[in-house]
């Protein structure tokens, strides 16, 4: 999680303009396993119910012949006079039957999530977009970007032509991201080029604003880029794919208002019921932790010269064990042992 307590807010020239403080929601604890279950669930939301026809394979007339032909009793079309009359139909295995299990569109299509489950996920997401790394790692092209989180003033919310917003893009280095987008446009492969999904397209940056006063109308036509409104922020936008890291451009009055709307842990959040994730540990160095004075001086000292219990042996299976416990024992094997021997030659004689 990020750790600085200042952030630059950056003008329309790319140049620091000031600082604001770090919210608290950008330092909230990262917990992947939420994010990608939260993700899963929610992206199931937006599916349309789809089935077979509910006739398809049926649509003829075909009865079993029954036993006694040397067939299967499968049902098999009736009539004569064409290759179709006599093969079999209705069953998954035939060629024009129906499909096994057809499928129907009262399915369970969608996914109830819990609400905290949902808030919890949003603020890792949040948490992780502060993080060069995790938004490097996620493929965006931010090597040239001055911080992250990218603050900008709250002049971008009053653009309103799209030459304007590629020109502020340009400034603050981040249209790097959006050329990257634009360049990964390719016709998607599959069936789905037939349904209105004809091309697929790498996200690039999102931005962030408080008041909408023509910014979504000049940022809405550049290839990847997408705008949300701080007060409704979705996990589908700050984590595509179940991914954390996004590349987010914040106006200077979103980023101010996070700890409004997700609250501090002194500061209550105006969600209702909803406090943020605490860390369970503030350092995760855990070696560092282990081997410092103040843990070492409580440990007990190792003790010097310590008795190490030997292995256990079975006497009936182990003869030096049996002869330092029955030194007598020898000579009962060797007598047994002499014995057997001068059975074997006796019988050797015999035969």
């Given at each position: ?11 329309d020239?790319?140049?620091?303009a ?15 396993d939420?994010?990608?279950?939260v ?18 394979g ?13 067939v299967a009793?499968?049902?098999r079309v ?15 295995m035939?060629?024009?039957g129906r499909?096994?299990?057809p ?12 609400l905290?489950?949902?808030?919890f ?8 977009s502060?993080?060069?790394g ?11 970007i ?8 709250n ?38 080029k ?29 290839p ?23 590349f ?39 070696a ?38 029955n030194?007598?024992?020898?000579s ?20």
């Amino acid at each position: 999680m990020a750790s600085r307590p200042l952030v630059t807010v950056h003008n329309d020239q790319g140049e620091g303009a000031g600082q604001c403080r770090m919210p608290a929601v950008l330092t909230a604890p990262i917990r992947q396993d939420v994010v990608h279950f939260v993700h899963t669930n929610m992206a199931k939301n937006r599916r349309q119910p789809y089935a077979v026809s509910k006739m398809a394979g049926h649509q003829t007339s075909a009865e079993s012949w029954g036993t006694g032909r040397a067939v299967a009793r499968i049902p098999r079309v009736s009539g004569g006079g064409t290759h179709r009359s006599g093969q079999g139909a209705f069953g998954n295995m035939c060629r024009g039957g129906r499909m096994f299990a057809p499928t129907k569109i009262w399915r369970r299509w969608h996914r109830k999530i819990n609400l905290n489950q949902k808030r919890f996920a949003t603020c890792s997401a949040l948490s992780a977009s502060a993080l060069p790394g995790l938004v490097m790692a996620r493929g965006h092209r931010i090597q040239e970007i001055q911080e992250v989180p990218l603050v900008v003033d709250n002049a971008i919310e009053s653009i309103s032509k799209t030459s304007a917003a590629v020109a502020l893009l340009k400034t603050i280095k981040a249209f790097g991201d959006v050329e990257k987008s634009k360049e990964s446009r390719k016709i998607r492969a599959g069936k789905g080029k037939m349904r209105n999904r004809r091309h697929t397209q790498r996200r690039g940056p999102l931005i962030v604003y408080n008041e909408d006063h023509g910014v979504t109308q000049a940022f809405r036509n550049l290839p990847g880029v997408e705008l949300a409104n701080v007060n409704y922020l979705n996990l589908l936008q700050l984590a595509p794919g179940g991914h954390l890291g996004r590349f987010i451009i914040w106006s200077k009055s979103a980023f101010e208002k996070l700890d409004t709307v997700y609250g501090t842990w002194r500061q209550q959040s105006i969600k209702s019921n909803f406090r943020l994730p605490r860390p369970k540990m503030v350092n995760t160095d855990l070696a560092r932790i282990i081997n410092s004075d103040e843990v070492q001086r409580q440990l007990r000292r190792r003790r010097p010269n310590g008795h190490r219990a030997g292995q256990k042996k079975n006497p009936l299976k182990n003869k030096q064990v049996m002869y330092r416990l029955n030194p007598h024992a020898k000579s009962t094997h060797r007598a047994e042992a002499l014995r057997q021997e001068r059975a074997k030659k006796a019988a050797a004689k015999k035969n």
